[in-house]
């Protein structure tokens, strides 16, 4: 099911935002296979965001993380997919939706879910919450809460990147929903007009807060096509399929270190929940998920290929699936013992000499 598709290429291989699936594109590039230490450590990753957006869920349910929480599950197989392409150095930014993104960084989860419940021991010692934690020691530059915020700054990272030299890219993650904002094209035609390498990921899940992405955006099946413009080029790519999404990575990440200039990407994915913790989703059918479910889930397509290919039996990726619930009970149990921040918190980290 691993598709790709470049912009200017066959239209009739488009997706179908309103029944949430997608029809079969035709690929100028075939998906590659992963190794069997890949499909490991791709299950590994897309596993723990997984476990982890479910115990966020449940807790905020309790009461226990409070404010907005926007959950990642059914889209893990992008964040994933584009970490296994890049390196060490090559920056992060996101929108709100940021937990997963934040995992497959190497943040601890114990900080994430510490954040999460406003504690002294978060990445922004309690006072970002779900949507604003950073690192820079895992190049990590936001969660930003203000719809295509991150976009420019993003576009700013790779400035900064070309400026110093370096061969470094910036992953700068948007929604569907932010496409329509008039300072992504301002960020388009800056980093079309600088050769900035700056890769734009579309994480298009179908639908913004409650609207599916074809009654807000024209030429919605086109979205990766929205630079072309400004001489940007694109890909449309399987985003419940981490190997179409490492290969379309590796080839975008190739462009940008080839001093080639920006290059977007749309993953064509899916949200499982809702909008955010707050929203109950009755703009789709329960049987839409389901089949999202079913026939495309990320983490059971490298499940599957792993017993098909004999690289794991049932009982290793049950022992997987034991450990990294243990882990993510151990951060939620954290995230509730760790003190609040001193009020005095309130006064620190509003200026910071750079």
């Known amino acids: 099911m691993a598709t790709t598709k470049k912009?200017?290429?066959?239209?009739?291989?488009?997706?179908?935002?309103?029944?949430?699936?997608?029809?079969?594109?035709?690929?100028s590039a075939a998906v590659p296979d992963f190794t069997a230490e890949e499909e490991r450590e791709a299950y590994n990753q897309m596993l723990l965001i997984r476990r982890f957006e479910e115990k966020a869920g449940q807790l905020y349910g309790m009461g226990v993380i409070g404010g907005f929480c926007h959950l990642y599950i059914g889209q893990e197989a992008v964040v994933v997919g584009m970490q296994m392409a890049i390196g060490e150095g090559d920056q992060v930014i996101t929108s709100y939706r940021d937990h997963g993104h934040m995992l497959a960084c190497g943040m601890d989860p114990k900080g994430v879910m510490a954040e999460l419940t406003g504690r002294r021991g978060g990445y922004s010692r309690g006072k970002g919450?779900?949507?604003?934690?950073f690192s820079r020691e895992k190049n990590f530059y936001g969660g930003h809460g203000i719809v295509a915020a991150q976009v420019p700054l993003g576009t700013g990272l790779a400035f900064s990147n070309k400026l110093?030299?370096?061969?470094?890219?910036?992953?700068?993650?948007?929604?569907?929903g932010a496409t329509n904002q008039g300072q992504v094209y301002e960020s388009f035609n800056m980093a079309s007009l600088w050769g900035l390498p700056v890769i734009y990921i579309i994480e298009n899940n179908r639908y913004a807060m409650g609207t599916s992405v074809a009654r807000a955006a024209a030429k919605s099946e086109e979205l990766y096509?929205?630079?072309?413009?400004?001489?940007?080029p694109g890909?449309?790519?399987?985003?419940?399929?981490?190997?179409?999404?490492?290969?379309?990575?590796?080839?975008?990440?190739a462009h940008c270190r080839a001093g080639k200039?920006?290059?977007?990407?749309?993953?064509?994915?899916?949200?499982?929940?809702?909008?955010?913790?707050?929203?109950?989703?009755?703009?789709?059918?329960?049987?839409?998920?389901?089949k999202m479910r079913q026939e495309?889930?990320?983490?059971?397509?490298?499940?599957?290929?792993?017993?098909?290919?004999?690289?794991?039996?049932?009982d290793a990726l049950k022992d997987i699936d034991k450990g990294i619930r243990a882990v993510v009970a151990e951060a939620a149990e954290f995230a509730q013992v760790d003190p609040e921040p001193d009020p005095s918190e309130l006064w620190t980290d509003i200026l910071v000499d750079a």
């Open 235 to 253: 890909e449309q790519v399987d985003g419940m399929d981490v190997r179409a999404v490492k290969a379309a990575g590796d080839r975008a990440v």
């Open 261 to 290: 200039g920006p290059m977007i990407l749309e993953m064509m994915t899916y949200r499982y929940r809702g909008h955010s913790m707050s929203d109950p989703a009755k703009y789709r059918t329960k049987e839409e998920v389901q």
């Open 296 to 314: 495309h889930d990320p983490i059971e397509q490298v499940r599957q290929r792993l017993l098909a290919s004999g690289d794991m039996g049932e």
């Open 225 to 232: 096509n929205r630079g072309s413009v400004y001489g940007i």
């Open 164 to 176: 110093r030299g370096t061969d470094r890219v910036s992953l700068t993650y948007f929604g569907e």
């Open 129 to 133: 919450g779900s949507m604003h934690m």
């Open 7 to 27: 912009a200017g290429a066959d239209k009739t291989a488009s997706a179908t935002a309103k029944s949430g699936t997608s029809k079969k594109a035709k690929s």
